[in-house]
């Protein structure tokens, strides 16, 4: 059983069209992190949201953290090609302060 | 600055040859970490490090060692490879701020 569960796993979608893709845990973290990841690259990271609720925005991606702490979710307004990639999220488990866990990500494909 | 930096880019092994993957990072960061990337099982934790000289296994070390002499490298070695670890390696380090920088990957190839 993994900790992090992502959906959708694939997304494929016109240029224009909003999306939300979601990172769902049963079990509670202190903060959540969002890396993307494009072909042939390293994860970077997005945005870090560490209290129930929050939202934060970054130009047309709006990032929200479970108000029990256990999930989060990415919207995106009017997907444009370069949004294209691998959307990671990621926690620290329980006990293990110095490592990160990682979802099995939602690869995205936005079509011209 | 450079960031995170892995060398070799690409690599074909044959089963039970060996080789190390070497990544180096100039951000001064204390924390460093190996990870494999399979399809569709996302980043899996081989080996990181908390500071020179030390080294912790993650989740998935078998058939790996590493070793951290300097604190801006650190050594990802595989002694007799396996099929089973064809996969795109990363390596990353840690910020102050909880933030991970990784390099641009491994591609590794086993016969």
């Known amino acids: 059983t993994q900790l992090l569960e992502q959906s959708p796993q694939f997304l494929s979608i016109q240029e224009g069209e909003n999306l939300t893709v979601y990172c769902n845990s049963s079990?509670?973290?202190?903060?959540l992190q969002w890396y993307r990841q494009e072909p042939g690259e390293g994860p970077v990271l997005l945005v870090t949201v560490v209290t129930g609720g929050e939202v934060k925005k970054l130009k047309r991606l709006t990032f929200q953290f479970g108000d029990a702490r256990k999930d989060s979710s990415l919207h995106i307004t009017a997907a444009q090609p370069g949004d294209t990639g691998l959307y990671l999220c990621a926690v620290r488990p329980s006990g293990s302060a110095r490592q990160l866990t990682f979802g099995s990500g939602t690869q995205l494909t936005v079509l011209p | 600055n450079a960031g995170v930096t892995q060398t070799p880019k690409f690599r074909v092994l044959k089963t039970g040859q060996s080789m190390t993957l070497l990544c180096a990072q100039d951000m001064n960061h204390e924390y460093m970490y190996w990870y494999r990337q399979d399809p569709g099982m996302g980043l899996r934790l081989i080996h990181y490090s908390v500071g020179e000289g030390t080294t912790a296994k993650g989740e998935v070390p078998d058939g790996y060692n590493v070793s951290r002499l300097k604190k801006q490298n650190f050594l990802l070695g595989l002694e007799s490879a396996a099929p089973s670890q064809t996969s795109v390696y990363f390596c990353?380090?840690?910020?102050?701020?909880?933030?991970?920088?990784f390099g641009p990957g491994t591609r590794l190839t086993v016969l």
């Open positions: 079990s509670v973290f202190s903060s």
């Open positions: 990353a380090s840690r910020s102050l701020g909880n933030e991970q920088f």
